[in-house]
């Protein structure tokens, strides 16, 4: 295929998408089902024409990396902190907490019983099936109460920064002890100090910086950051989501110190613009990965009696879970928070992280695949269900 028809295809795709995301807002269908079926569409043609195509498969990481860095800066740069919100904040990081682990650990129950493999091994496996995908949560409430999306926004960021960290603790440690709970407490002590110094250093390079372009190396800085971070397995992604709230928040540094360093008179008007740019490149990124992702599924898995047998007892289990603990411990209203709990990027990107030795037969991508599609449709029945008018969601709403 030559420059051009490749230029015309890719700008193809990135129209399609800004109509999915105006048809989503219209009619509560998540716009990522409509690029994973573009891709899944894209190679029933190149099969049906037999055309030669690339492998995209180790693409995917590197775009759902990038993708998640921005989504969730994103995400934290639309949070201002008030005292009110605590309880927003707590129920939020409970949530995202309780249902990871409790999750993780009936769904790996569930695969032991299925492979009759080590319970540690199929605990990882469903640990990706646990979390809650932020890309696909936090663009899908936009139009909410913004009691409800704000606690959406925080538990599906909360639970991807839990799920990675759950992750990465399973796969660093062979044998799980009281020195593996102390080495992840020293990690998390040491990240929260790292995020504490580059927000500061990042705020004071934000305001010396006088060339006319600026944000996208602050990004740059915050990729670099991230992936020096996972290098040495540390859950970095808390750097990304502390910056983006620390920015939006600075109102609470009300000292003359603070001021007299790292505050200037453009500082809205810059926040403004990174926030538009965070924005407009998480659009970007988000619509190639999932139609890439679409692209190269395997769909005949999805026929198989037993993927669609496990797959309904997974999301089943995710469902129980969530209701049980948002009903009779978080006593959070139900509708529409019980049906937002997609898998989707982190899911992909984690899954595609399992070790070799640590791959499960039977536990495959179409069983994710099936996960992400069945999360997404309840997810758009609840949204449907419990939309209001936009005129009734703005009286609702309060500033936390």
């Not at 605990?123 to 099936?129: D, G, H, R, V």
């Not at 997404?376 to 009734?392: D, F, H, I, S």
């Amino acid at each position: 295929m030559g420059t051009y028809p490749i230029l015309m295809l890719l700008c193809g795709l990135v129209i399609f998408s800004y109509l999915f995301d105006i048809f989503s807002r219209k009619t509560k269908v998540p716009s990522v089902l409509l690029l994973l079926a573009t891709g899944v569409g894209l190679q029933l043609l190149a099969n049906a024409f037999q055309l030669k195509i690339v492998d995209f498969g180790k693409v995917l990481p590197l775009l759902g990396t990038i993708g998640l860095i921005l989504i969730v800066l994103e995400g934290a740069l639309e949070l201002r902190y008030t005292k009110e919100k605590k309880r927003v904040i707590l129920q939020s990081l409970g949530a995202s907490f309780f249902l990871l682990l409790g999750s993780s650990l009936a769904i790996g129950w569930l695969f032991q019983y299925v492979t009759d493999a080590p319970f540690k091994t199929c605990l990882l496996n469903a640990i990706p099936f646990s979390t809650i995908s932020s890309a696909i949560a936090i663009p899908s409430v936009a139009n909410l109460a913004e009691k409800k999306k704000e606690f959406i926004v925080y538990e599906s960021t909360f639970s991807d920064i839990l799920g990675i960290m759950f992750f990465n603790f399973m796969t660093a440690n062979e044998e799980i002890s009281l020195g593996s709970f102390v080495g992840l407490t020293i990690e998390t002590v040491l990240v929260l100090l790292l995020a504490a110094a580059f927000c500061f250093a990042l705020l004071y390079l934000l305001k010396r910086i006088d060339h006319h372009i600026k944000f996208f190396l602050i990004i740059a800085l915050l990729v670099l950051i991230y992936a020096i971070g996972k290098h040495y397995h540390l859950s970095t992604l808390i750097i990304i989501l502390v910056f983006g709230l620390f920015l939006n928040n600075t109102q609470i540094f009300d000292f003359e110190w603070f001021r007299k360093r790292f505050q200037y008179a453009d500082f809205n008007k810059d926040l403004g613009q990174l926030h538009l740019l965070t924005g407009e490149s998480a659009f970007l990124i988000r619509t190639f990965f999932f139609i890439v992702f679409g692209f190269t599924m395997q769909l005949d898995g999805l026929k198989n009696l037993a993927t669609i047998g496990n797959g309904l007892a997974t999301v089943g289990i995710i469902y129980l879970m969530r209701w049980a603990y948002l009903k009779f411990v978080a006593r959070v209203e139900l509708n529409p928070e019980l049906y937002v709990s997609p898998r989707g990027l982190i899911s992909i990107l984690l899954f595609f992280s399992l070790p070799t030795s640590a791959k499960l037969g039977g536990i495959d991508s179409s069983l994710l695949l099936f996960a992400i599609l069945a999360t997404g449709l309840v997810m758009t029945y609840g949204l449907v269900r419990g939309a209001k008018p936009r005129k009734e969601q703005g009286e609702n709403a309060t500033d936390l």
